[in-house]
């Protein structure tokens, strides 16, 4: 085939403006313009930067109070302003009642993502939008207090951690495009719906990600809610739409459709260039192709999915199919498996510890109500003013650093500073039998994920491949208990990904298990990972047992 090649669209990004050129005095256009740019500029580059708000929901209650507060401002102001533009009236009664809802249940609202997402979307876009074109007038009430309290406005970093949430539930719970615009994640628990732009904007990011089939799916979602009956009167073009829609439908290999959507471009713009080359192109491929391949055109994909290695592929697809509650464990091997009461010790006389064997070899124990709602309580009342973005080890240097695959926010909370830590210290030794004395455990680390917080599959032991360990470790982390200090209201799952075993989160609950075997060496089974919140706030505590200390109570086998 020979001529120009085809392009994908240029990347640009459409903003929802609360004030269009008809709504700005032309004098204020071109600083609207400049203003633009630089968040375009800021959706680039200002990743490396802010306060990861999206890793942690407790946050987001925070920012949702805020929003309350300005809406009233705002209020306040426009009812001084009598030539203020309709575009900003429209919005100031849709914060309010976002607000109004949001007050109604606080939790219940930011615990949902679609209103996450929402929230801090319209901080990044419209409240920051606000701020410029109040800048361009006199000093009032309004303008003081969203300067005043600009430095808790999410960052451009915190709305791409928003999208790539949805994107991840969407993706991990093979959900449609249709039912996460609806709001309907999980039933019983249903949110607003999202628009064109929210839609084309979800479609960018998979664009990026090179999820062509994502694209297809949000693109088209975009495309119908531009039509009637839905009233959309924004700034986002079908043309913008389309362009990203035909590019990924060719990169799947559906030429009939790219080429529908492609002439679709030129009835709107027939001068668009591009769009005659692109068109020539799929045209003269679908002809070279002919009938007979047109079965292989559409199966075929370029860079699907993001480049994964077979064995990762299998790793991610067994993941995500124990999140969605579908285990393939042998019935051989659940025979194996019983309840009793742990009760061999004095202290556990009086209050023995109910626990359920999930699985035997290696061995998995979850322990029911082992910890009290005041117990729980106290935990996360501590670890809420120290909250941080969590990171994981480097285990080629020791190193902490954040991930993509993990986002949460963590506090460490040592059981000299809490008597009730040191109580369940206390109560884990009981049960284990294992030191839990410092330096032989760490602090207890409690966690809040955030908007579809996750964590991949991974393992809780540190050794090298060689069985050295990284620098500034004295040893090895032989055992792990997990503790649930939420219930969920939907995802989130602990699951084992070797094991074919997935654990819902039971505020009081907690599971146990050896990341070592009885020679110190790894124990490969144990890989497991957190799966992404749909609907609800995930805390966790995690206390993690150091090999060194125990010895003699958990001494190597002979031989």
């Not at 406005?153 to 951690?161: E, L, Q, V």
């Not at 009637?228 to 990169?251: C, F």
């Not at 045209?283 to 994909?301: H, V």
């Amino acid at each position: 085939m020979t001529g120009t090649v085809p392009k994908m669209p240029q990347k640009q990004q459409v903003y929802e403006v609360l004030f269009s050129k008809e709504h700005v005095p032309c004098i204020h256009r071109l600083k609207m313009a400049k203003w633009m740019l630089l968040m375009l500029w800021m959706s680039q580059y200002l990743s490396v930067f802010g306060a990861d708000l999206f890793t942690s929901l407790a946050q987001l209650k925070g920012l949702a109070r805020l929003e309350g507060a300005l809406s009233q401002s705002l209020d306040d102001y426009l009812k001084e302003q009598s030539e203020a533009p309709q575009i900003l009236r429209q919005f100031a009664d849709h914060v309010r009642k976002e607000s109004e809802i949001a007050r109604g249940n606080i939790e219940q609202y930011v615990f949902h993502p679609i209103n996450s997402f929402q929230l801090v979307r319209r901080f990044v876009r419209h409240w920051r939008e606000l701020d410029s074109y109040l800048a361009m007038g006199t000093q009032n009430d309004l303008k003081w207090e969203i300067k005043v309290n600009r430095p808790a406005f999410p960052t451009a970093k915190d709305f791409m951690g928003s999208i790539s949430a949805l994107l991840r539930i969407q993706d991990v719970y093979n959900l449609s495009a249709h039912r996460i615009a609806n709001g309907e994640l999980h039933d019983g628990n249903f949110s607003g719906g999202l628009g064109p732009d929210e839609c084309y904007e979800l479609g960018v990011v998979s664009h990026d990600q090179e999820d062509y089939e994502d694209v297809t799916d949000w693109m088209r979602e975009a495309l119908m809610r531009m039509s009637p009956p839905y009233k959309y009167s924004g700034a986002l073009l079908k043309n913008d739409v389309l362009e990203y829609l035909s590019w990924a439908e060719y990169q799947l290999g559906l030429l009939d459709e790219a080429i529908i959507h492609t002439k679709d471009i030129l009835d709107k713009d027939p001068k668009n260039e591009q769009a005659k080359v692109n068109l020539n192109y799929f045209e003269a491929e679908q002809l070279d192709l002919g009938e007979a391949n047109k079965d292989k055109a559409a199966t075929r994909s370029k860079k699907m999915a993001k480049h994964e290695t077979k064995k990762k592929e299998s790793l991610m697809a067994t993941y995500k199919r124990l999140c969605r509650g579908e285990s393939r464990k042998i019935q051989k091997e659940r025979d194996k498996l019983f309840c009793y009461y742990s009760k061999n010790l004095p202290t556990l006389q009086l209050k023995p510890i109910k626990v359920e064997m999930l699985n035997v070899d290696p061995d998995l124990y979850l322990l029911h109500d082992v910890i009290t709602d005041k117990e729980t309580q106290h935990l996360k009342k501590l670890a809420k003013p120290q909250l941080k973005r969590a990171f994981v080890t480097d285990i080629n240097n020791g190193n902490q650093l954040p991930a993509d695959y993990r986002t949460s926010q963590s506090a460490w909370i040592e059981d000299s500073v809490s008597p009730i830590a040191k109580r369940i210290s206390q109560r884990l030794q009981a049960f284990t039998g294992l030191s839990l004395e410092p330096p032989h455990s760490e602090p207890l680390q409690v966690a809040n994920y955030g908007m579809g917080g996750h964590y991949e599959p991974h393992f809780d032991y540190v050794q090298n491949s060689d069985g050295t360990l990284p620098n500034g470790e004295i040893g090895d982390r032989v055992a792990t208990v997990l503790f649930y200090l939420s219930d969920v209201d939907a995802g989130g799952s602990t699951v084992f990904l070797d094991i074919e075993e997935f654990v819902n989160p039971k505020k009081g609950d907690a599971v146990f298990w050896y990341n070592l075997d009885k020679n110190g060496r790894p124990d490969v089974r144990t890989r497991h990972a957190a799966c992404p919140v749909i609907v609800g706030s995930k805390w966790v505590a995690n206390k993690w047992i150091n090999e060194r200390g125990q010895e003699f109570r958990r001494p190597c086998t002979k031989g």
